[in-house]
């Protein structure tokens, strides 16, 4: 099992990315997914949840009204578009998911809010 995100980087304070993360050797079409993030000397912290089917979601209180997070089960994968960001979210993000008993996490990316 693999899980691959991608679409970080550095962004100006207001402004907009979306993260993806790929999932390989697993199906998550029946599975909640989750994003988390990691700021630098932080512990990590969970941002959202998706359930299996997309119909619900929750959000950490300070991006709720600001990132989306969102899956598409037919490519595996698992989106989270963040808007109006700040400095505050710098981060590694991270995509999770426990199934079968098991943790599984990706490798991160990292995003950087700063002008």
């Known amino acids: 099992v693999q899980l691959v995100e991608s679409g970080g980087g550095l962004v100006q304070p207001g402004g907009s990315l979306r993260l993806s993360c790929v999932i390989s050797g697993f199906t998550i079409s029946g599975w909640p997914m989750s994003w988390y993030r990691q700021a630098p000397g932080k512990e990590r912290e969970w941002v959202a949840t998706i359930t299996s089917t997309g119909v619900s979601t929750n959000y950490e209180d300070s991006v709720k009204g600001r990132f989306t997070i969102s899956r598409d089960n037919a490519k595996n994968t698992v989106y989270l578009q963040m808007n109006s960001l700040k400095p505050e979210d710098t981060a590694v993000y991270f995509c999770?998911?426990?199934?079968?008993?098991?943790?599984?996490w990706g490798v991160g990316t990292l995003v950087t809010v700063s002008s």
């Open positions: 999770y998911v426990r199934a079968r008993g098991m943790n599984y």
